[in-house]
C-alpha cells in the first residue's frame, strides 16, 4: 500500500464517517439492480468524517488497486455523476459509527512487500463492515465498488494502525 493511501488510513482509526458520496459511471448505473447500483457502479468515492476531514479513492487500473488520496474527489467528465450515497440502505448502520480497525486487502499472488492492494475493508464499533475493492472479472471491469464483509477469494490482511 502506498505511503500517502497508508497514511490517510492511519488518520481514520477512532473517526466517524458523516458522508458518502459516489461519482458513479452513468452507464454502470442504468445496469444495475437499484438496491445494489450505489455500492455496484464504478467510479471515485467521497467520504466525510464528522470532524470534517474529507478524502477520497479511486481506482489504478495499472496495478489493480485502490488508493486513498486526502482532500475532496476531483469533478470527473460527463460520464459520471454525482451521488450522495449516505442515506440509501447500505450507510445508515455505517455511518457515525467509530472506526476501530482496517485491513489492506491484497493478492496472494502480489509480491511479498508490495505496495499495492485491491482493496480495504473497514471494521466499525457496532456495525457490519465494508470493503472498497477493485475488481476486474467478467462481471465487473476495471472497476471499483463497495460491499458488506469481505467474501471473496483468500487474500493477504494488512493492518493498517
Known amino acids: ?4 493511501s497508508r497514511k490517510v488510513l492511519k488518520s481514520l482509526i477512532g473517526k466517524r464517517l458523516s458522508q458518502v ?3 458513479v ?19 471515485p468515492t467521497e467520504f466525510r468524517t ?5 478524502f477520497h479513492v479511486v481506482s489504478n487500473t ?9 482532500g475532496p474527489c476531483p ?6 455523476v454525482v451521488r450522495d450515497i449516505t442515506a440509501n440502505a447500505f450507510w445508515p448502520t455505517r455511518t457515525n459509527k467509530s472506526i476501530e480497525h482496517i485491513d489492506a486487502l491484497q493478492s496472494l499472488f502480489s509480491p511479498e512487500g508490495s505496495q499495492f492492494a ?3 475493508e473497514f471494521f466499525f464499533q457496532d456495525a457490519e463492515p465494508f470493503v472498497i475493492e477493485y475488481l476486474s472479472d467478467e462481471e465487473h471491469q ?20
Request: glycine residues 10%; charged residues 25%.
Open 142 to 161: 476495471d472497476q471499483m465498488r463497495l460491499t458488506g464483509p469481505y467474501s471473496g477469494p483468500p487474500c493477504r490482511r494488512i493492518a493498517i494502525d
Open 25 to 43: 459511471f452513468v452507464a454502470d448505473y442504468a445496469f444495475y439492480d437499484p438496491e445494489t447500483r450505489d455500492q455496484e457502479s464504478d467510479g
Open 1 to 4: 500500500m502506498g505511503l500517502n
Open 75 to 80: 469533478r470527473y467528465g460527463e460520464s459520471y
Open 21 to 23: 458520496q459516489r461519482y
Open 118 to 120: 485491491f482493496g480495504s
Open 62 to 70: 495499472e496495478q489493480m488497486a485502490v488508493e486513498f488520496i486526502s
Open 50 to 54: 464528522v470532524d470534517g476531514m474529507i
